[in-house]
């Protein structure tokens, strides 16, 4: 029969072992990005901060391990990059780039265009404790995020789900700017 048998097994089990491995990986980044997005919408930088450190330690450990397996990874890169970028629009008020955030082009833009939402969010939050700058700030990366990768056209093969985001990104760029005016209005 097959003469490398057992050598086949035990190289398809080394695989399931590392696949395995980097999907419990990803799951963790993706719960600990969550939960430093809800520190960062809570202000407690410093909180989010620290975490942000410990993801980014994560997130390099995952690219060591994922050779092979990327596709499993993508969601944990996307939501790493979602935080990274949401953390350093609070904390400076500009958008970093993909190699400032240290992800690459697919991940960066997918975790970009969720950015929007947690802007959203922020945009409201500052529009009910009457910071109006604050919120017009918001609104406005929001709106260059969208401006500046509407021209972006790509199968889902090499943008997974990027066109739905882009539509969701502009219905709550619609929103933002609706309950803007009407605020203004009163």
Do not use: W
Not at 21 to 31: G, K
Not at 138 to 161: C, E, H
């Amino acid at each position: 029969m097959l003469e490398d048998k057992d050598r086949i097994e035990k190289r398809i089990l080394e695989l399931e072992s590392s696949m395995d491995a980097v999907m419990q990986q990803s799951r963790t980044i993706i719960r600990t990005a969550a939960k430093l997005i809800t520190a960062m919408h809570a202000k407690r930088m410093d909180e989010a901060c620290e975490g942000l450190q410990k993801l980014k330690s994560a997130n390099a450990n995952l690219k060591k391990s994922e050779r092979g397996f990327e596709h499993y990874s993508l969601q944990a890169h996307q939501e790493y990059s979602e935080a990274e970028i949401l953390y350093r629009i609070l904390t400076t008020g500009k958008v970093p780039s993909a190699s400032q955030v240290g992800e690459d082009e697919i991940a960066y833009l997918l975790g970009l265009m969720d950015v929007v939402g947690e802007l959203k969010r922020e945009a409201f939050d500052s529009m009910r404790d009457k910071d109006v700058k604050k919120a017009e700030l918001y609104y406005g990366i929001m709106l260059d995020i969208y401006d500046s990768t509407i021209s972006f056209r790509s199968s889902s093969a090499v943008l997974p789900d990027f066109r739905r985001k882009q539509d969701v990104a502009r219905i709550q760029i619609e929103s933002t700017i609706g309950e803007l005016v009407r605020r203004d209005i009163k």
